[in-house]
């Protein structure tokens, strides 16, 4: 166990930051980040309460923003629910082991988390639970650790209690409107009016510029990748030599198969000379041909196998692949993609679009790039393909595939990423409004 002597100058100092945060945002990450340096812990999870009391994952720690779809934090966020049950001292921390959660969850502790967890309550003075904090690390949480923490938090749920009294109740507002009442009328007649002026609906993802015409580059065999003859990104004509499987193995089995057939063959005339008077040799006769024809077989297998090491471009493009020194000297199986060989001149943007986020699309829609590289100039593109069925994106988030062909003439090359602004059918104002709360109405009571 570490030494737990209070580090007063650490404790105040940290008080002292927590006073001066701007706001809530910089709060949660004081409190992720840095409560580390008066009590150790490997990884720190902060919640707020939102409007109507519910915790709301705020900060990670050592993360700079926290997505709430990501397995991690759906199951982090599983876990804050299940602990929020009502207890004897709500403002008392809690030392967590995997024991300590619902069955169902005890399998992502393993994979999450190391072995001990504390829950922290972020309690005000009058009681009201603002959030919580839960830390985790590899020791055992002592009873030094406990007393700090809970004074430091004290100070922290002070902090964000103020932040949330900065900001006028809804009747304080109303009681601010009731002396205007007589223009609220007619600012709510052009409010429902404009409810229904018709806009384009569109939806911001991650995007990335591909060839839409481009052929993977497989193992044709099992073996070891031993030299690369085109450098990444290199344009390669039709016929020229791309990359070598190591031929030691097979060329071995080549000689091998070659002695084999001798011996076969020696067999099978020895046999056939002696057929002529011996009626057992005529019997073997026919079984030593066919091991004959077996080791023909097996000889022009391994030859063939030997032709299919050097592998060439099939047509001019581009080789795309990584580091060289990732591929070279690593086992590979038969079919395993290892390269692509696209045409420069056929380029289209690959969007991923969030479940949560998607929109109907229809072959045709106009989209938007805007690359990091260039974020002035954005590219034009047309929606060619979209994917029915959501899978995980690169980033670990369910997301629907969507497909568009560039229409720009800013060159551009294979592997540039940004955002792309994709767009849908007109739609009324209230229904761009609305859309995302009725979605999750719907999800959460099934109207």
Same mark, same amino acid.
């Given at each position: &166990? ?40 490997? $990884?720190? *999870? ?22 709430? #779809? =990501? ?43 190391? +072995? ?7 309690? =005000? ?6 959030? *919580? ?41 109303? $009681? ?18 404009? &409810?229904?002026?018709? !806009? ?19 193992? /044709? ?44 063959? =020696? ?13 057992? #040799? ?6 030593? $041909? ?41 086992? !590979? ?10 045409? +420069? ?8 679009? /969030? ?22 100039? +954005?590219? =034009? ?5 979209? #994917? ?38 007109? $739609? /009324?104002?209230?229904?761009?409004? &609305?859309?995302? +709360? ?10």
């Amino acid at each position: &166990m570490t030494d737990l002597a209070l580090n007063w100058s650490v404790l105040v100092g940290l008080q002292q930051r927590a006073l001066e945060a701007a706001d809530a945002n910089e709060l949660a990450f004081l409190i992720a980040n840095e409560t580390w340096h008066l009590v150790p812990y490997r $990884q720190a *999870v902060v919640f707020f309460n939102d409007t109507f009391g519910r915790p709301r994952l705020k900060v990670v720690s050592a993360l700079v923003s926290a997505i709430e #779809s =990501t397995p991690f934090t759906l199951w982090v966020g599983q876990v804050c629910g299940a602990l929020g049950a009502p207890t004897a001292d709500p403002a008392a921390a809690r030392v967590l082991t995997a024991r300590d959660l619902p069955a169902p969850l005890r399998e992502g502790w393993a994979e999450w988390w190391p +072995p001990y967890a504390l829950y922290q309550p972020l309690m =005000t003075a009058a009681g009201r639970r603002l959030g *919580v904090v839960i830390y985790a690390r590899d020791e055992s949480w002592g009873e030094a650790d406990l007393s700090v923490l809970q004074l430091l938090h004290q100070q922290y749920a002070h902090c964000l209690a103020a932040f949330k009294r900065s900001r006028p109740t809804l009747a304080e507002r109303w $009681q601010a409107l009731r002396g205007r009442s007589w223009w609220l009328g007619l600012l709510g007649l052009i409010l429902v009016g404009a &409810m229904f002026i018709p !806009v384009r609906v569109s939806v911001l993802a991650p995007a990335e510029i591909i060839a839409l015409k481009a052929e993977v580059v497989a193992a /044709p065999a099992d073996g070891v990748v031993q030299h690369f003859h085109a450098l990444p990104n290199q344009a390669v004509t039709q016929g020229q030599l791309l990359f070598s499987l190591d031929d030691t193995t097979l060329r071995n089995r080549l000689d091998i198969a070659r002695e084999a057939l001798e011996v076969a063959l =020696t067999d099978a005339l020895t046999a056939q000379q002696k057929a002529f008077d011996n009626a057992q #040799s005529k019997a073997e006769l026919a079984s030593l $041909q066919g091991l004959v024809r077996e080791k023909q077989a097996e000889l022009e297998y391994v030859n063939e196998l030997l032709s299919r090491v050097d592998v060439v471009a099939a047509h001019d493009g581009v080789f795309i692949y990584g580091d060289p020194n990732d591929w070279i000297g690593k086992p !590979v199986v038969t079919g395993e993609r290892i390269a692509q060989l696209a045409e +420069p001149g056929d380029l289209g943007v690959l969007v991923w679009v /969030p479940v949560d986020d998607a929109i109907a699309l229809q072959a045709g829609a106009a989209m938007r790039v805007y690359l990091q590289v260039s974020p002035l100039q +954005p590219l =034009t593109a047309e929606l060619i393909q979209t #994917s029915y069925q959501a899978i995980l994106s690169p980033q670990g988030v369910a997301s629907y595939r969507i497909r568009g062909r560039l229409e720009s003439k800013t060159p551009v090359h294979i592997g540039l990423r940004g955002v792309a602004k994709v767009y849908g059918d007109p $739609q /009324p104002l209230i229904y761009l409004i &609305m859309r995302r +709360p009725l979605g999750v109405l719907r999800q959460r009571i099934g109207l």
